[in-house]
């Protein structure tokens, strides 16, 4: 599975991301919510996931498999 690094954050509520800090894998989760000047998201609760605050200034990055080419994975 491939993965880009989405530097707009303002698109990508209700997408599931993974996370990364400084290269290093965080998490994975569904952007519940992202400030208006796109420096800030929450991913949203999940399982033992408490809601989380990803922060530009922090050194997170925000990656993500586009759709199209997972549909045509299996092919």
Do not use: C
């Amino acid at each position: 599975m491939m993965y880009h690094k989405q530097d707009e954050w303002l698109p990508l509520v209700g997408e599931t991301v993974q996370i990364r800090q400084y290269g290093r894998f965080v998490r994975t989760g569904t952007v519940d919510a992202v400030t208006a000047d796109d420096r800030i998201l929450w991913l949203g609760a999940d399982g033992v996931n408490q809601r989380q605050l990803i922060s530009k200034a922090e050194g997170f990055e925000v990656w993500m498999t586009y759709k199209w080419e997972t549909a045509n994975a299996g092919r």
